[in-house]
């Protein structure tokens, strides 16, 4: 088992749109095993490849641990792109593991429509929803370098300024591999 350091609120590649992929090969094969291992390891549903230093349009969802989605397959999504979203709309309280200890109720579409490829490249196509659709999107954001804390309201953006900041200079206590901090004077 290898576990990938993941990256936290402040790393850049976490605001970047990922490179599409155009050839699953063994170093790719090698990355999502290692993504899966590092988001059980987390207790993380879902994960994507900026959140382990990888740019690439990939992104891992399991849900089978949730109670009432036991029989939910691991599955991979590569080059993404979600095609439809419903007009229906629901608040879900979420996570991130790059955002340790902050949850937000997060308002969402409740089903999406998702393109894809999977590990052999073949196009395929998913109508999801509940707690896959709500999972799918997550990610998907974070392909785009969205993240979940940059959609809730102002008054919540407020009150979480301070526990970000305290995220982005890694005073925080976290169970799992996370990536170095950086001295952010120097980054320009
Ligand atoms: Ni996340």
């Known amino acids: 088992m290898k576990l990938l350091p993941v990256t936290m609120y402040g790393d850049r590649i976490l605001r970047k749109k990922m490179d599409k992929v155009k050839e699953v090969d063994n170093e790719t094969i090698e990355l999502i095993t290692n993504m899966f291992d590092t988001m059980r390891n987390a207790s993380g549903i879902g994960l994507a490849a900026n959140q382990v230093g990888v740019n690439k349009a990939i992104f891992i969802v399991d849900i089978s641990l949730v109670e009432g989605y036991e029989e939910s397959k691991p599955m991979v999504f590569i080059n993404p792109e979600i095609v439809k979203y419903s007009e229906e709309k629901t608040f879900f309280e979420e996570g991130c593991l790059s ?9 969402r579409p409740e089903s999406v429509i998702i393109k894809y490829y ?3 490249l073949k196009e395929q196509i998913l109508d999801a929803d509940n707690l896959m659709a ?55």
């Not at 955002?99 to 308002?107: K, S, T």
């Not at 974070?142 to 982005?168: C, M, N, S």
């Open 99 to 107: 955002i340790p200890d902050i949850r937000e109720d997060v308002e």
């Open 118 to 120: 999977d590990t052999d």
């Open 134 to 188: 709500r999972v799918i999107q997550h990610e998907y954001d974070h392909l785009q370098g969205i993240l979940f804390t940059d959609l809730v309201d102002d008054e919540t953006k407020k009150r979480l300024k301070a526990p970000l900041k305290r995220i982005k200079k890694r005073k925080i206590d976290v169970a799992y591999p996370i990536s170095e901090t950086v001295d952010y004077q120097l980054v320009m």
